[in-house]
């Protein structure tokens, strides 16, 4: 039980890299919407076991959980460059703040390793048109 907590908060907290997603905006003869093309990590990413979704907006981010919508975690980002961010995390579950750091590897995954070496995948959640 303990192993698959601090899996789900490891999955959640750098999931937390993610928040608000693509807007839509209206374009093309029918004037129908078209998604907007995401940019940097802002957005909403899904740990690769399905467990939580990351928030990342405006320097904020936030991870909950997707069974119970429960919060797990929260912190900050910093873009280093266009490819690479720094993330502060704080587990609401160990009550314990560590650093992420991961790299945008394609538009939609980040590739990340915490502080203490272990590393994980966060996939862009789709954008509802």
């Known amino acids: 039980m303990i192993a698959m ?3 789900l908060f490891s999955a959640a907290a750098i999931a937390a890299v ?3 997603l693509a807007g839509c905006m209206t374009g093309g ?3 129908g919407p078209l998604a907007a093309a995401p940019t940097g990590v802002e957005g909403e990413w899904l740990s690769t076991d399905g467990v939580a979704v990351s928030r990342f907006s405006g320097g904020v981010f936030q991870t909950t959980a997707l069974d119970t ?3 797990l975690a929260d912190g900050s980002y910093q ?3 266009n490819r690479n961010v ?3 995390v704080k587990s609401l579950i160990r009550q314990t703040t560590s650093s992420v750091n991961c790299a945008l590897v394609a538009s939609n995954q980040l590739n ?3 502080s203490t070496g272990q590393q994980f995948v966060l996939t862009r959640r789709p954008a509802v048109g």
């Open 79 to 81: 873009m280093v460059d």
């Open 112 to 114: 990340c390793t915490s």
């Open 86 to 88: 720094a993330i502060t």
């Open 5 to 7: 907590v601090r899996k």
């Open 18 to 20: 993610a928040a608000g």
């Open 29 to 31: 003869p029918g004037g």
């Open 69 to 71: 919508g429960n919060k």
